[in-house]
């Protein structure tokens, strides 16, 4: 089945930083890739996604890339503010799938 | 619009017992996923309903159920409580079934298991 990888599981930067959260996938028929925040007793807020057909999609700060041949999607975040910590989470799913596959999450800080 | 909501927000628990734990969808979403949240494990996914119908069910034993009514919202079951099984539970709704469309979760219920 999908497995979904990401990495750091920590990141710390600065206030005005940029941030990058890396996440590859498994299963080549994968074509649906969101991107999850979850704030301190909250649960994971939908942040940004991307289809198979793109290759990179912005929203204001951030940003998230898409490589299908070497399955590998990826999150940026510009200009990193304190209010940007979180734990972030990568996920997969196939057209057929009923089920995201998460990774394992990336706990971002940021210090001002 | 209303979010995701799912009751209750806390629970405890001993072992052997069982517990139902309930999620009211976004109105208008049909689908409502269930997933377990662990600092081990992290996300894991137990069961998709789509119109009253469990569509898919993840690797959880079966004392893990869960049921779908006609207005949408679901209910998890799980019985015989063990220690292991305390996790956050969130459900997450979307318009129809199938998980590449957008999941939106809820603030999750939170089982403890003594």
């Known amino acids: 089945g999908e497995n979904v990888e990401q990495h750091p599981s920590t990141l710390s930067v600065q206030e005005g930083d940029s941030a990058v959260i890396k996440c590859t996938y498994s299963d080549s028929a994968s074509n649906y890739f969101p991107w999850y925040k979850q704030e301190l007793g909250k649960g994971p807020q939908l942040i940004i996604d991307i289809r198979s057909n793109v290759g990179e999609k912005k929203d204001q700060r951030i940003a998230v890339t898409l490589n299908k041949t070497a399955k590998h999607f990826s999150l940026h975040i510009t200009e990193t503010q304190p209010e940007d910590s979180a734990v972030y989470f990568c996920a997969a799913s196939t057209q057929a799938g009923t089920a995201l596959i998460f990774g394992k999450g990336t706990t971002l800080s940021v210090s001002s | 619009k209303a979010g995701v909501t799912q009751t209750p927000r806390y629970l405890i628990k001993t072992r052997g017992q069982q517990v139902t734990l309930s999620c009211s969808p976004i109105?208008?979403?049909?689908?409502v996923s269930w997933y377990q949240q662990t600092p081990g494990q992290g996300l894991q996914f137990l069961f998709e309903?789509?119109?009253?119908?469990?569509?898919n069910k993840g690797n959880f034993p079966g004392r893990f159920s869960g049921r779908q009514f006609s207005n949408s919202r679901s209910e998890m079951n799980v019985s015989t409580l063990e220690l292991g099984d305390s996790a956050l539970y969130l459900c997450?709704?979307?318009?129809?079934?199938?998980?590449?469309?957008?999941?939106?979760f809820g603030p999750g219920t939170r089982l403890t298991v003594l």
């Open positions: 109105s208008g979403h049909r689908s």
């Open positions: 309903y789509f119109s009253e119908t469990q569509r």
């Open positions: 997450a709704s979307s318009l129809t079934s199938g998980a590449h469309n957008e999941q939106f």
